[in-house]
C-alpha cells in the first residue's frame, strides 16, 4: 500500500497569509506512460463531505479559486493557499489515485491565527 | 447538475449488515465509476471500493473483502453498498463519491469530483 503522509498536522495562518501543506508518498504516484502524477487534494468543512480542489497534482478543479495551487512531481507535493481566507478553514487531505488501495493522508487543519 | 443523493441514517446491532444508497440524481452514471469512502468519527478518510456500472466491475479494498458488495442499477442510476458482519470500528459516515473517467474507468483510477453528503451508519448493542 502507498502510505500518504502529510504535515503538519495543523497550521494557524493569519488572514491574508499563505499557507502551505506538505504530501509526501511512500512510492512514487508519478506513470511514466502519460507523465501525470496520480495525486488529487480535497477540501473538508465541518459537518461536509469533501470536495475536490487539485488534481493530477496541479489541475486546479473548475470553481476553484485560484489562491488554492498544487505543485511537486513523484513523491513529494504541495498545496499552497495564498492570501488565507476565513472560508478557507477546513481540513486538507492528499490522495493517491495511482494503485489500489487508494489511500489518503492524514489531513491537516488549517486555521486562522 | 448531477447531485448524488444517499440514503439515511442508519443505526444497526453487531453482527447484522447494513445497505446504504447512492442515487445520481439529474443525470447517469453510465460513464463513470461509483467510489464509496468511509470516516470513523473525528478521523480521516478511508477508500473502501467502487464499482464501474458501464463494465459491471468492481474493486475492493482488501480490508473490506469479504465483507463488503457494491452493486449497482442503471435503471434508476442508483448505487449500493452493502456491509455486512457489523462491528463496533464500522461506525463511520459513509461517502459515495464520483470517479468521472469513461472508458478510462477498466483500466485506470481516477479522482473524485463529486461526493454524496454522506451516511451516517451507526453500530451499537
Known amino acids: 500500500d502507498i502510505v500518504m503522509t502529510q504535515s503538519p498536522d495543523s497550521l494557524a495562518v493569519s488572514l491574508g497569509e499563505r499557507a502551505t501543506v506538505s504530501c509526501k508518498s511512500s512510492q512514487t504516484v508519478f506513470y511514466n506512460t502519460n507523465s501525470k502524477n496520480y495525486l488529487a487534494w480535497y477540501q473538508q468543512k465541518p459537518g461536509q463531505p469533501p470536495k475536490l480542489l487539485i488534481y493530477?497534482?496541479?489541475t486546479r478543479e473548475s470553481g476553484v479559486p485560484d489562491r488554492f495551487s498544487g505543485s511537486g512531481s513523484g513523491t513529494d507535493f504541495t498545496l499552497t493557499i495564498n492570501s488565507l481566507q476565513a472560508e478557507d478553514v477546513a481540513v486538507y487531505y492528499c490522495q493517491q489515485y495511482y494503485s489500489s488501495p487508494l489511500t489518503f493522508g492524514q489531513g491537516t487543519k488549517v486555521e486562522i491565527k | 447538475q448531477v447531485q448524488l443523493v444517499q440514503s439515511g441514517a442508519e443505526v444497526k446491532k453487531p453482527g447484522s449488515s447494513v445497505k446504504v444508497s447512492c442515487k445520481a440524481s439529474g443525470g447517469t452514471f453510465s460513464n463513470y465509476a461509483i467510489t464509496w469512502v468511509r470516516q470513523a468519527p473525528g478521523q480521516g478518510l478511508e477508500w473502501m471500493g467502487r464499482i464501474m456500472p458501464l463494465f459491471d466491475k468492481t474493486n475492493y479494498a482488501d480490508k473490506f473483502q469479504g465483507r463488503v458488495t457494491m452493486t449497482a442499477d442503471k435503471s434508476t442510476s442508483t448505487a449500493y453498498m452493502e456491509l455486512s458482519s457489523l462491528r463496533s470500528e464500522d461506525t463511520a459516515i459513509y461517502y459515495c463519491a464520483r470517479d468521472d473517467c469513461g472508458a478510462d474507468c477498466y483500466s485506470t483510477w481516477w479522482y473524485f469530483d463529486l461526493w454524496g453528503r454522506g451516511t451516517l451508519v451507526t453500530v451499537s448493542s
Open positions: 493530477w497534482a496541479s
